[in-house]
Every structure is written in C-alpha cells, then in structure tokens.
C-alpha cells in the first residue's frame, strides 16, 4: 500500500479530534526499527511535527510488548529486524489492536503485499521525503480517530 491509494484519507488539524488517550490532539507513535540511528531521526521528523513518540523498540517481538503496553495510534515499522520480523509483528499487533495502525517503513520494496495482507495501513521505502512520512502518519492517525468515533457511536 502506498500513500496515494489513501489520498483520500482526512487530513490531521487542530480541532479534528482526538487519538487514544484523554485529550489527545497528536498521534501517539511506536517507532520499531532495529537500527537505533533511524530510530533517532524519526524520533526527530516526528517530533519536530508536533507527533508524540510513546515508545522505542528494536526488534519485532519488543514492537509488539510495547504496542499492546502503550496502545500506540501508529506503529512505524521496519521489515527486517531480528527476533521477529515486520510482517509478522504488524499481524500480532493488528490482531491485538485492531484499531492501531501500522505504517510500514523499509529499505525493501519487493514487500508490499505481505504487508498489505498482515494488515499494515501503507508501505514507505526508506529514502521517502519527510513531508510524505509525516502526512502518511497524520493520515494513519485520522483513521484510527474516525474508526474510534463510529466504534463508540460518537461518530459517522
């Protein structure tokens, strides 16, 4: 999945809602990534943009302890990483939280499918401008929030 098949998708702004906490205006974001240094320049991107980081992991099943320990509102998440890998920790995490999202960010581009079918909201290749990985985030973000809505019956 890429960006442009969710151009659609609402845009984040102020008073577009909330995320998963009391009073939440931002996304909450998982970043899991076994390399530390993309871990620290996504943590930076993201931050820079207003977007809270809750938590850090470096393998896939650390990703899925932290997901269902801090219910993130987007999980970024590398492919190829020790312990477990990606895919099937993006299944464990949408089968436990089925409203978080999850973003895939990889170097791999020969993997979008898998990632589809595990259930990740899109697919970025690393190298992906900013700008795009922040929309992308925001964008991941509105769905959880208006899927939130009409699970509670506050929303359409």
Same mark, same amino acid.
Do not use: F, N
């Given at each position: 999945?890429?960006?442009?098949?969710?151009a659609?998708?609402?845009? #984040?702004?102020?008073? &577009?809602?909330t995320? +998963?906490g009391?009073g939440a205006?931002v %996304?909450? =974001?998982? $970043?899991? *990534?076994?390399?530390?240094?993309v871990r620290?320049g996504?943590r930076e991107?993201?931050?820079?943009?207003?977007?809270?980081?809750?938590?850090? #992991?470096a393998?896939? &099943?650390?990703?899925v +302890?932290?997901?269902?320990?801090?219910? %993130?509102? =987007?999980? $970024?998440? *590398?492919?190829r990483?020790?312990?477990?890998?990606?895919?099937?920790?993006?299944?464990?995490?949408?089968?436990a939280?089925?409203?978080?999202?999850?973003l895939?960010?990889?170097?791999?581009?020969?993997?979008?499918?898998s990632?589809?079918?595990?259930?990740a909201?899109?697919?970025?290749?690393?190298?992906?401008?900013p700008?795009?990985?922040?929309?992308v985030?925001?964008?991941?973000w509105?769905?959880?929030?208006g899927?939130?809505?009409?699970?509670?019956?506050?929303?359409?």
């Amino acid at each position: 999945m890429d960006a442009a098949s969710h151009a659609g998708a609402p845009r #984040a702004d102020a008073d &577009a809602g909330t995320g +998963s906490g009391p009073g939440a205006a931002v %996304p909450r =974001v998982l $970043l899991v *990534d076994d390399c530390a240094e993309v871990r620290q320049g996504l943590r930076e991107l993201l931050e820079d943009e207003g977007i809270e980081i809750v938590g850090e #992991a470096a393998d896939g &099943a650390a990703g899925v +302890s932290r997901a269902t320990e801090l219910a %993130p509102d =987007v999980v $970024l998440m *590398d492919l190829r990483m020790p312990v477990m890998d990606g895919i099937a920790a993006t299944r464990q995490i949408k089968q436990a939280l089925p409203l978080t999202q999850v973003l895939i960010l990889t170097a791999y581009d020969e993997w979008e499918h898998s990632a589809r079918v595990a259930g990740a909201y899109a697919y970025l290749v690393k190298g992906t401008g900013p700008a795009l990985v922040r929309d992308v985030v925001l964008q991941a973000w509105q769905l959880k929030v208006g899927l939130e809505r009409r699970a509670d019956g506050t929303g359409a």
